[in-house]
C-alpha cells in the first residue's frame, strides 16, 4: 500500500460538523478501528469502517490503500462522534503567524509583499512611545512604508491602516495553511462551518 497515502492529509470534524484540526489518514483509520470517528463524504454522508470498507467498491477517488487485512479507500474527512469541543482560538503570537493573518499583505499600501524580505513588522504606535508587541498593535508592512512612517503614529505619518490589527481567529489560518482549491472534498465542510473568506 502506498505510504505517501497514509501520510495524506484528512480533515477533523467535531461532533457537529465543525472542522477542528487536520490528520493524516493513518491516524484517520486508527479512528475508525477504535469507532471514535465516522467517514463523512461531502454530500454528508456518513459511514462506519464496516460501512466505509462497503463503500469503498464503489467509491473511488484514486487513493485506495490495500492491506492483507483491510481494503478501503482513503476518507477525504472524518468527525469524531463524541468530540464536542470548539477549534481552538487562541494562536499562537509570532511572525508567521502574524504574516498569516495580514495575507501577506502590506497593511498601509495594501500591495501583496511576495519576497519574504521585503516583509517588516510595524508597531502601529511606536515603541518609543509604549507601544507593545501584541496582535493590536503589530502588523505586516513593506520596507518601503516602513521606511515612510518612521517612528510615528499612522496619524502623524498620513498613511491609514486597511484595517483594524486583531487577533487572528484559528480558523482563518487553517485556510491559509490548507488552501481550499486543493482540497475541494473539504470545502462543503469549511463552507458550512462560515470558514470561508467573503469575497
Ligand atoms: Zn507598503
Redesign the pocket.
Known amino acids: 500500500m502506498g505510504k505517501d497515502i497514509l501520510q495524506d492529509k484528512v480533515l477533523v470534524l467535531n461532533k457537529h460538523y465543525q472542522a477542528v484540526q487536520i490528520t493524516t489518514v493513518l491516524r484517520a483509520i486508527c479512528h475508525l478501528v477504535k469507532g471514535t470517528a465516522k467517514v463523512i463524504t461531502p454530500d454528508w454522508t456518513t459511514h462506519t469502517l464496516e460501512e466505509w470498507i462497503e463503500a469503498s467498491r464503489f467509491y473511488d477517488n484514486g487513493r485506495l490503500i490495500r492491506s492483507p487485512s483491510l481494503s478501503l479507500v482513503a476518507p477525504e474527512a472524518i468527525y469524531l462522534v463524541n468530540y464536542d469541543r470548539l477549534p481552538r482560538l487562541e494562536v499562537v503570537f509570532n511572525r508567521a503567524n502574524l504574516f498569516m493573518r495580514d495575507h501577506y499583505t ?1 497593511q ?2 495594501g ?1 501583496s509583499v511576495r519576497n519574504p524580505k521585503d516583509r517588516t513588522i510595524d508597531h502601529v504606535i511606536p515603541r518609543s512611545r509604549g507601544g507593545k508587541t501584541v496582535w493590536t498593535n503589530v502588523v505586516l ?2 520596507r ?2 516602513n521606511l515612510k512612517k518612521g517612528d510615528r503614529t499612522p496619524e502623524e505619518a498620513g498613511m491609514k491602516l486597511l484595517k483594524k490589527p486583531e487577533p487572528p481567529r484559528w480558523q482563518s489560518l487553517f485556510l491559509e495553511k490548507f488552501p481550499e482549491e486543493k482540497r475541494e472534498a473539504w470545502k462543503p465542510f469549511l463552507d458550512f462551518a462560515g470558514l470561508y473568506p467573503e469575497s
Open positions: 502590506c498601509y499600501c500591495k508592512c513593506c518601503k512604508c
